[in-house]
């Protein structure tokens, strides 16, 4: 593939489009997607949240690339019979599928985005936003689950959505609106 991750435009997000993203994987909060419909569409120039958006353009492509090698993975072991017989009879249906290529381009996706999700880490946050935007990758990025009731997942959640609720808060006092 010759498209760079890189050369990829990050589509504008406003507060409000954040507030809802963020809220919306917390299941533990499902009611504060709902809550976070204010007129907060302020773009923010934290730089924590700058790079937090790479991030999740690096983890989409994660998603996709594992999810086409797994499809792939499924489709050549029902070609070959086993993994066990993949590694020799199964090398032209590798071929023919580009099983091996989009393994590769999994290991690459992976790579960036946890070298971008290192950048994150390194960035201080600037702003509510900015922190609560590296909490967010931080919980998506390790949590075993979206609904992992482990400690310290749902402390983490809880802990995001008082940030989100704060910076609403502070978003409206600042904007002169009563909340």
Known sequence: ?????????????????????????????????????????????????????EWCAARQHVIESCLRQQGLETKLFSMVGSPLHAADAGKPADEDLGYSDALQEERRAFTLEDEVAETLWDTPAESIIGATAKLHAVVTKWQPSLISDDYPWPQIRSVIADLLKIDVEMSFSHSGVAT
């Open 1 to 53: 593939m010759t498209d760079s991750d890189n050369s990829r435009t990050l589509p504008p997000v406003t507060r409000r489009d954040f507030h809802s993203f963020v809220a919306t994987s917390l299941p533990t909060y499902p009611e504060l997607a709902a809550s976070l419909t204010a007129p907060l569409d302020v773009c923010n120039d934290d730089l924590a949240f700058t790079i937090w958006r």
